[in-house]
């Protein structure tokens, strides 16, 4: 059952139906060349029928291979960055105890992450713990070549066999990458590592429903099937209207392109629940990878309150103009919690007594959407039930067909992100990589030009 809603009422202030209407049919066009696959960077539209295509006998595997990897270890390190990284952090710390790493007794594997920064502490304090701690890791690249997690598997690879030996090690280590192309697949084939394959057509940030994140979720303990489903669920609902704006995804789509094209230029993706932190992190990156190009595209920023009302909910309210928040609602907790009444009320919180954490919460959340919009900051809602692997699933597929929706609306390719290897170029010059002479010399002379 679908329970996701997209609600549009506090935009009315901003922006009309009418403006709103006028992309209906232009949506309309744009999921016909999604599905047909006939747009910009069609050859990465894979992740479209993904939900119905994944068959049993990979979700046996990873299955098996969680169940493995929890009798093997008590932490399980997942390496990689960007697009092989965030979507499982997301899933994982959406649907985790908030504080899963303290708790006494845990049933499954602690998940951590490294090749998602160059932090040389970062790497050696890691290693601290798995000197201590029995552990396996998955090794995640498409291309098999990026640096970050080339370097961090370099080391663990490192550790691992110290600590294990060469055959305890290999037992140890998944790698997910390309079916035949880069250095992972390669080493993987020569140490006979157990592999799983990122499809061709699923481009890093629309591969959370592949083993890329699939597999760390299972090792985690939570249900893949329902992931699957929920995903699954959500594409029959899309498809099942591709004509009015009745769709959450076109009017999402719609909202926050009339809204763009009004000069509010940046969208926060907003939550409550601190463990919602990270699925703002995956959702800046996929709109802004897909979205942030040739001079173009809406500013993914992310805030959490009501924490950040501390910190950013100044500038929001009152700052420059041009931004217009969506907020991720939810709207159960899996927990109950009561706000207790004290004979002395010093804090002057009896009134609150008897009350719900969640429904200060939420009066919280209405307040902030009321204030903001009399700040002149326009609010979209969307509205899922609760935090567990069905809905996430559903908003996981429904962020993504937005995604790519919007992307079209833009008029950009949303399946690449050539301005990522501006960065890398300079720093492979700036290391001396055999094959960077030329950009060596140009960038050191560019640099004593600025001195
Ligand atoms: O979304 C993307 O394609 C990128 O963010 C990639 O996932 C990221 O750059 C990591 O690439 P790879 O998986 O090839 O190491």
Redesign the pocket.
Known sequence: MINLKVNIDKVSDFISEKEINTFQNEIQTHFQSIINKTGKGNDFLGWVDLPNEISDDLLNKIEADAAKIKKLAKLFVVI??????LGARAVIEALSHNFNSLLPEKEFPQVLFAGQNIGEDYLADLLDVLDKNDYALAV???????TE?AIAFRLLKNHLEKKYGKNGASERIIAITDKEKGALKQLSDKENYSTYI?PDDV?????VLTPVGLLPVAVAGFNIRKLINGAKEMREFIFSDLTSLNNPVALYAATRNVLYRKGMTTEIMVNYQPALFYLTEWWK?LFG?SEGKENKGIFPAGVSFTSDLHSMGQYIQEGLRNIFETVLSVENQKRTLKIPKVDEDMDKLNYLAGRRINEVNKNAELGTALAHVDGGVPNIKITIDKVDEENLGQLVYFYEMACAVSGYILDVNPFD?PG?EAYKKNMFALLGKQGFEKETKEILLKMKNNE
């Open positions: 990689g960055i960007g697009g092989s990284y995640i690249s498409k291309s098999g070549t990026t997690p990122v481009g890093g940030r629309y591969s990156q990878e992100q990522v």
